[in-house]
């Protein structure tokens, strides 16, 4: 699904020659592997966004665009990687023997894996060490668990950033930063694009939260009333950042009967997402085509 809002601009400045865009791409999991079809689209029209802001897969999906990969690049990866059961039972084992135990501490109980290992086996090669070798500007949102507070990672080392930002808690070991306990960004704020607003001419939020599978006749188990009980503070947080202030386009794509670790189902999300793609050129088609768009604000 998607939402279009006009942004009505007062200013009496001409209009930008080439509107520029920024985007947020947000966290839920597999689910955001949806996030690749935005990228393609976004390579179709040649657009290089200004700003990405991401949480959770988001900021993986988002510094992957970041570093310079296609939306392409990006999709044959993700399938060739999580997308094949045997090449990333292998990415696993590969792990081994020296970092298997500190990896995964002592077995395999929930909340030993350490994510930021586990994502040195599965990124890109082409993925920089620091946010400064970026060829996009972007923000990484993680959460303070002891500060309860939001925590916005754009310089210094990006690996340690984006394994924070996807520190999912009982699944994954929370990451320091700066001193600072760190863990999944989605929590706190599941589609950043509030960290958009005055970047750009164009604003795009992509919200990959879904919904619970099932229906009311299901029973949920312990696991997936754990997660589905963080959808529903997602999208309540989701709801009251859109009463604030929307983006120019919030995309929804059809991702509710995945699960948040479904990710050896990248296949079957990338099929069933793809609908996304011509909601998303018709509302760039309609927001570009219009003379009237102003570039945005100066903000600090």
Known sequence: MTETRLAHQTSSRPAAAHPTVAIAFGGGGARGLAHIHVIEVLDEYAIQPTLIAGSSIGAIMGAAMAAGLSGREIREHTLSSVGDRTNALNRIWSLRPASLADAWGSGFRFGQFNLERILKAFLHDSMPDCFEDLQIPMKVITADFFGQSE???????????????????????????????MIDGGLW?????????????????????????????????????????????????????????????MLRPEVGRFRVLDFLQARDVLAA????????????????????????????
């Open 151 to 181: 925590h916005v990672c754009e310089s210094g080392e990006l690996l340690p950033a984006l394994a924070a930002s996807a520190a999912l808690p009982a699944v994954f070991m929370p990451v320091r930063i700066a001193g600072r306990v």
């Open 189 to 249: 704020n599941p589609v950043p694009f509030d960290h958009l607003r005055g970047k750009a001419d164009i604003t795009i939020g992509v919200d990959v939260i879904g919904k619970p599978p099932g229906d009311h006749l299901s029973t949920p188990n312990s696991i997936d009333s754990l997660f589905g009980a963080s959808q529903l503070t997602m999208k309540s947080i989701v709801a009251m950042k859109l009463r604030e202030g929307a983006p120019d386009i």
């Open 273 to 300: 997402t793809a609908g996304i793609r011509d909601e998303l050129k018709r509302a760039l088609d309609e927001l570009l085509s219009k003379p009237s768009r102003q570039p945005p604000d100066s903000h600090p």
